[in-house]
């Protein structure tokens, strides 16, 4: 069966990494216009860097966890394709081969005046020639030919640990449902945004929840 599973910041929450619009989530304790748009780059790029910098710090802290470690074991029973809002490494980490990093990754960056991208797990400081290999606010989510080829080829379509507030990943269930024509399910501990969309809703914490429903699949 091919599966095509879209993965948010829920997703690596138990890992550790803090969400962006729950409560004590990023957005909390920053400014968007200050850190993670296009203009920001022009004018604060300083300040764009220091925030992506404390990001990429936080991933030598972290594990994959129990959620990460299923979808990987998905992929040895079903053609499972990860389009991942995350910007962490913890899909590669826990051995998943086939992801999609629609707004790109955090030890990546990018040469400002050639767009050449260079991998890293340090910080980049005050270097002005280099920005993050991220998709800010005002920017285009990468992959998009990959992205569409996954959802229009899929059999079934899984949602984890996503809010459903961000474009364009928000707008896949309509394709799905409109287009495609399959399955869909929808992980999460709490309503979303798109909620009503999904022709089956999981409530729960990802570790317990994703583990439970990959069993599910392995055993069909
Ligand atoms: P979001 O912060 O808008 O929403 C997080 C969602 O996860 C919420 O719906 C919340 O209810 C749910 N959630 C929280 N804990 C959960 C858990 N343990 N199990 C299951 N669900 C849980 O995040 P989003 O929808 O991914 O928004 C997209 C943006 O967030 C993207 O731009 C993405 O790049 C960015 N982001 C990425 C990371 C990361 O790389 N780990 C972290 C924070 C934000």
Redesign the pocket.
Known sequence: MKIAILT???????SG??????EN??WQNHDVQDVATAIAVKTNLHKVNSFYDARRRVLKQVEPNA?HLALAELEKHHDVTIIT????D?HERAGSKNVIHI?GE?KKIRKIDTNQVLETSEDVGLDPSIRPH??LFGESPFFLHETMKALYECDLFIA???????SP?CYYIDKINHVVKVPSIE????E?AITSKFKRIIR????T?VAKLVEEFISK
């Open positions: 948010g910041a829920g997703i690596s929450a138990e990494i803090q969400t962006f619009r729950d989530g990023t959620a809002q995350n910007i962490d913890l707004h955090l991220v998709c984890i640990g996503t809010s459903g507030n961000v990943a992980i999460n501990i709490r979303t729960g914490p990802a570790t929840a």
